[in-house]
C-alpha cells in the first residue's frame, strides 16, 4: 500500500506526490534550495579541517582570472590592429565578384542600364507607336519618337 502523505527533506512539512515515484521534496523550489545547500556546505569544508568552515576567499597578490581592471591604451591598439588584419587578409583573400556592392558599383550600375528597351514581339499600337519595356516602372509604354536612356 503506497503512503498518502510524505515529509519533504527540505523543509520537513508533509506533502501528497504528484507523481509515481517518490518524491524525497514538495516542490522544486524545496528541491533546488536542498541542491544549493548541499553545493556550498561541500565546497565551504577545507580538507586540513573538515569541521572548519570559511566564507572567504584566500587572499593573493594576483588579480582574478578573466577579470579587466582597466582599458589601456595598448589593448585598444592590439584590438584595432588585429581587426585591420583580418579585414585586410578577407579583402584580399575574397574573389572580386563575391565582395559586398557599395553604393558607387550599384550608381555604375544604374547608370549603363538604359531606362527604356524596344520590345520586338509585341505590334505597334493602332496608332502607330512603337513598343518599348520601361525598367524603372515595369511596364510596357508607347511612343511615336524613339526612346533611350
Sequence with gaps: MEREFYTCEYCQEGFKPKRRRVQKYCSNTCRSK?????????????????EITTTEEPKTDKPP??????????????????TLAADGLTYLL?????RPATKGDIANL????????????????????????????????????????
Aim: cysteine-free; charged content about 15%; overall charge positive.
Design 65 to 82: 582570472v578573466g577579470k579587466v581592471e582597466q582599458m589601456s591604451a595598448a589593448g585598444v591598439g592590439n584590438s584595432a590592429a588585429g
Design 34 to 50: 536542498a541542491h544549493h545547500a548541499r553545493k556550498t556546505t561541500s565546497e565551504l569544508t577545507t580538507v586540513e579541517n573538515p
Design 94 to 98: 575574397t574573389a572580386p565578384q563575391n
Design 110 to 149: 544604374q547608370a549603363q542600364i538604359k531606362r527604356y528597351h524596344a520590345v520586338k514581339n509585341l505590334p505597334r499600337n493602332p496608332q502607330g507607336a512603337n513598343p518599348y519595356f520601361d525598367t524603372l516602372t515595369g511596364k510596357v509604354v508607347y511612343s511615336f519618337m524613339p526612346l533611350y536612356g
